[in-house]
């Protein structure tokens, strides 16, 4: 069978789970307002919690001020416009046809980018589970919205900071 179209024109879905791209989280650094990241601590081994989860240590980091912090939560929280772990806000995070378009980092806003842009788009299995693209909302799948979601993709890329 031939291809129809060219390769941007189609998304194939890397079967991750959003947990994926937040080994490196940017935030509002919340003593400046700026650009800071949240990473796992150096060193810090993961452990796994009472329900399988794995966790590790974080740091947040800011250059613009300085400001750095420590925290091991017990678990973290995914799927939502803020930091797993210390729970700030997210500084890719645009409104967006009446709701928030967010991503953890520029890893992340390319994948959603990909998605939104293809014309075919073709879904895989995760076993047990569902994909973070499985998982996206309606109103960013529509094609309707296809334009504005490309634009605000692109007022989220135009602020990620020169090193990301």
Known sequence: MSDSGNAADRFRDPLVRVER??????VRCPACGEC????????????????GRLVARRRLSCR?????RDDSP??????????PCFRLPLWLQ?????????????EHLDVLESYVAARLRERGVVPGS???????????????????VLRAVQRLRSSLPAAH
Do not use: Q
Not at 21 to 26: D, G, I, K, R, T
Not at 74 to 83: H, L, M, T
Not at 94 to 101: K, R
């Open 21 to 26: 791209f937040a080994a490196e989280v940017l």
């Open 36 to 51: 800071a990241v949240v990473v796992a601590h150096p060193g810090a081994p993961e452990r796994r919690t009472g329900h």
């Open 64 to 68: 613009a001020c300085g400001l750095s």
């Open 74 to 83: 017990s678990e973290r929280v995914f799927g939502g416009p803020v930091d």
């Open 94 to 106: 645009a409104d967006c046809c009446g709701e928030i378009l967010w991503a953890y980092n520029s």
């Open 130 to 148: 569902m994909s973070m693209v499985e998982r996206l909302p309606a109103w960013l799948k529509s094609a309707k919205n296809r334009s504005e």
